[in-house]
């Protein structure tokens, strides 16, 4: 794996998840790469508002 990808565990409550994950399936996605277009749309969105978010990766 890369060494870009960082691994995370979430903990949620099992019911949010499974309509999280009927909605990924609808969208044709794994409900990580719907978690992923989500932050990816909060970024862009609190960026527009407040700048750009220095890179903390390292």
């Known amino acids: 794996m890369s060494d870009i990808i960082l691994r995370y565990t979430l903990r949620v409550n099992r019911k949010l ?3 999280f994950r009927y909605i990924a ?3 044709g996605r794994s409900a990580n790469k719907e978690i992923e ?3 990816k749309r909060r ?3 609190f ?3 407040h700048g750009e978010i220095p890179d903390s990766s390292t």
């Open 17 to 19: 998840f499974g309509k």
């Open 25 to 27: 399936e609808y969208n």
């Open 37 to 39: 277009q989500f932050m």
């Open 43 to 45: 970024v862009a969105e």
């Open 47 to 49: 960026e527009k508002q």
